[in-house]
């Protein structure tokens, strides 16, 4: 009988241990599930992260390549540019020399036409756009603003390539 006795004290003792066991099981579960949905959410916020890096990481690919292609076109204008200056420098220079055969008289002779050649109101229009950078170029804009600018023929002799842009 104590052999009994001892097997079921042993057999209670276990049970208890197990009863302890299987309450602290069952908060570690508990924890488990509340740290598997905390891994769960960290998981899908990386996977959001991750997706919105790469379509960052596209948009930025894309912009540089697009920057490339503007550097090169950049550099392909400047290049058209500096040879357009180029070309125009001598027509400039001769522009100039033909500035020193212009009397102011004939300045106001042009100035006196009611109805001038189109060549004439060409020529002038584009003095006007150069000179004053208005946009009215109509006769009656350009005799007040233009030729009736008595320093005319010295503000042309002083006009610098470089300085002029397109507007």
Same mark, same amino acid.
């Given at each position: =009988?104590? $052999?009994?006795?001892?097997?079921?004290?042993?057999?209670?003792? *276990?049970?208890? &241990?197990?009863? !302890?066991?299987?309450?602290?099981?069952?908060?570690?579960?508990?924890? !488990? *599930?509340? $740290?598997?949905?905390?891994?769960?959410?960290?998981?899908?916020?990386?996977?959001?992260? +991750?997706?919105?890096?790469?379509?960052? *990481?596209?948009?930025?690919? %894309?912009?540089?390549? @697009?920057?490339?292609?503007?550097?090169?076109?950049?550099? %392909?204008?400047? &290049? @058209? *540019?500096? @040879?357009?200056?180029? $070309?125009?420098?001598?027509?400039?220079?001769?522009?100039?020399?033909?500035?020193?055969?212009?009397?102011?008289?004939?300045?106001?002779?042009?100035? +006196?036409?009611?109805?001038?050649?189109? &060549?004439?109101?060409?020529?002038?229009?584009?003095?006007?756009?150069?000179?004053?950078?208005?946009?009215?170029?109509?006769?009656?804009?350009?005799?007040?603003?233009?030729?009736?600018? =008595? $320093?005319?023929?010295?503000? =042309?002799?002083?006009? %610098?390539? @470089?300085?002029?842009?397109?507007?």
């Amino acid at each position: =009988m104590i $052999r009994l006795e001892a097997g079921l004290g042993q057999l209670t003792a *276990a049970a208890e &241990a197990t009863d !302890i066991l299987a309450k602290e099981l069952e908060i570690q579960n508990a924890d !488990i *599930a509340e $740290r598997k949905t905390d891994v769960e959410a960290i998981i899908e916020t990386v996977n959001i992260q +991750s997706i919105e890096v790469n379509e960052q *990481a596209a948009v930025a690919k %894309k912009t540089e390549e @697009e920057l490339v292609i503007s550097s090169a076109d950049i550099s %392909k204008i400047a &290049a @058209e *540019a500096a @040879e357009a200056v180029a $070309r125009a420098e001598p027509a400039l220079q001769a522009a100039k020399k033909a500035l020193e055969k212009v009397d102011k008289k004939e300045i106001g002779e042009i100035k +006196s036409l009611a109805n001038p050649h189109q &060549a004439i109101k060409d020529v002038t229009g584009i003095c006007l756009h150069l000179m004053v950078n208005a946009a009215d170029d109509t006769w009656d804009v350009v005799k007040a603003k233009l030729l009736g600018n =008595m $320093r005319l023929v010295d503000d =042309m002799k002083s006009i %610098k390539m @470089e300085d002029i842009t397109k507007k």
